[in-house]
């Protein structure tokens, strides 16, 4: 009798690991130095919480910013919470790890991908979209990227 050893699924678990240790220390330091994620999830999945204009806005996708201006950032076992502003209105999110689909910090041109069977082979080259955020006196700034329109 033979069984698999599944290195995909503990390979994802590792990664969705790292992201968890990452966000706690930003949530117990801030960011250090030029550091800033992209954070791509996916907003259909089981757990996420976002609001409606949101969740209608990006149906299956959200990149998010964590850069200039974020609060709230609590960092659990199966997912964060953090509050990003959208214009003028703070708005808070709940991200699963199991919903991330792509991690990246460009300062130091690090980026883990989550990748399954269903997924396109093709990855995004660029931001299609992003909505500007006015940046707080003393908070970290937050944008919205949509990448749908650069996927082949």
């Known amino acids: ?13 590792a990664m969705r690991g790292l992201i ?11 960011l250090p130095g030029a550091h800033h994620f992209f954070i791509t999830f996916d907003t259909g999945h089981d757990g996420v919480e976002l ?3 949101l969740r209608e806005r990006y149906p299956d996708e959200m ?21 990003l502003n959208f ?7 709940y991200i699963p790890y199991a919903s991330i689909k792509t ?12 990748e399954s069977p269903e997924d396109d082979e093709e990855m995004p080259h660029v931001a299609e979209e992003t909505i500007q955020v006015e940046e707080p006196q003393d908070q970290h700034d937050a944008d919205v990227v949509s990448l749908d329109s650069f996927r082949k």
């Open 1 to 13: 009798m033979s069984q698999d050893i599944d290195y995909g699924n503990l390979m994802h678990t």
């Open 20 to 30: 968890k240790t990452v966000l706690t220390e930003v949530s117990e330091r801030g």
């Open 51 to 53: 609001a409606d204009w």
């Open 63 to 83: 990149t998010i910013v964590m850069q200039h201006w974020f609060e709230n950032l609590e960092v659990g076992d199966n997912g964060f919470a953090i509050t």
């Open 87 to 93: 214009g003028d209105a703070p708005e808070p999110l």
């Open 103 to 114: 991690f990246v910090d460009p300062s130091v041109e690090f980026g883990l991908r989550f």
